[in-house]
């Protein structure tokens, strides 16, 4: 166990490094974005949306904002709570939009959001403004999959109830906030990359979990997050402050040949399951203070402390 002090030298030379990758990658994502030539109006998709009429488009930049809040199906669940009820399959393949993409907002003091009943799918799209699905039930297969999100995206307080669900290989440039979310079936983010800050604070994933090989590039906060299945962060990066405080992992819980490049945060966590950081790599200051183990020894975990960081297991109970 080392506690000294991080010298100077490595971290102006991590993020050097962190730089050049993560310019290198930004690079061969905008490759290969294809040119999408066809234009299409979002008031087209809006009228589609209204009607409750299936939406596929692929291969097409789309001008102006996609509105889902316009469902003739919809109705006042509370005085001040409004739900649009989406009935028909939502699909883009290869797609740009230029616009917002809205489903949720307040209007005249009435909250309005979404219920999708069947698949909300986005594959391999580039989003060049805010994504806003707070407070939005999906009750069919979400699947982001390979998209570019350039600004704002939100996913605050909503519901993914479907046994599927899909972030793979999606690029978020801007912050990100899944904060409050309920998860009821599994969701991949595997290769997954986050340029700016992301926020799952207080968040509850139900089914199997993967973050594997995805890139943290700015600081990440899971505090008070609930894994009630595995979950896996196995050859995961992170580069920034990442905060696991006062989580809970209720089954296997994999951080494998991950690398933690600043400063982490595992306090007054619980890890309820079997415990893996084989060959994961700390270059700064890591915490798992005042955690309890009920499987795992954390002393037998065969973490790599590189010279100059600071490993903490003050006050942690082994059970």
Do not use: W
């Not at 509105?67 to 399959?89: K, M």
Request: proline letters at 1%.
């Amino acid at each position: 166990m080392k506690k000294t002090i991080i010298p100077f030298i490595i971290i102006a030379l991590l993020f050097s490094c962190n730089k050049e990758e993560q310019n290198d990658t930004k690079e061969g994502f905008k490759q290969k974005q294809v040119a999408r030539n066809k234009i299409i109006q979002a008031s087209e998709i809006n009228l589609k949306i209204k009607k409750q009429e299936n939406i596929l488009y692929k291969d097409v930049t789309i001008i102006g904002d996609i509105n889902f809040l316009i469902s003739e199906d919809n109705n006042l669940t509370t005085p001040f709570l409004e739900t649009n009820y989406i009935n028909s399959s939502v699909l883009f393949h290869n797609c740009t939009f230029k616009g917002k993409v809205v489903a949720q907002k307040i209007e005249s003091d009435i909250i309005k959001t979404c219920h999708f009943n069947k698949n909300t799918t986005f594959i391999n799209c580039t989003f060049q403004d805010t994504v806003n699905f707070s407070y939005t039930d999906f009750y069919g297969l979400v699947n982001f999959s390979e998209s570019t999100f350039q600004e704002f995206v939100n996913f605050e307080s909503s519901s993914l109830n479907y046994k599927k669900n899909y972030f793979r290989k999606s690029r978020f440039e801007k912050p990100l906030k899944f904060n409050m979310i309920n998860i009821f079936g599994d969701i991949d983010f595997f290769e997954s990359i986050f340029d700016n800050k992301v926020i799952f604070q207080l968040s509850k994933f139900y089914n199997k979990t993967n973050f594997s090989s995805t890139k943290f590039y700015d600081k990440a906060d899971f505090t008070n997050t609930k894994f009630k299945d595995d979950v896996f962060f196995n050859y995961a990066e992170f580069y920034k402050t990442i905060s696991f405080n006062n989580s809970i992992f209720r089954e296997r819980t994999e951080f494998a040949s991950a690398k933690f490049n600043f400063i982490s945060e595992f306090k007054n966590c619980i890890f309820s399951g079997k415990t893996k950081f084989e060959n994961s790599e700390i270059i700064g200051v890591f915490y798992f203070t005042n955690s309890i183990f009920y499987i795992t020894n954390p002393n037998t975990l065969k973490i790599n402390i590189k010279d100059g960081s600071n490993f903490v297991l003050k006050e942690v109970k082994y059970l």
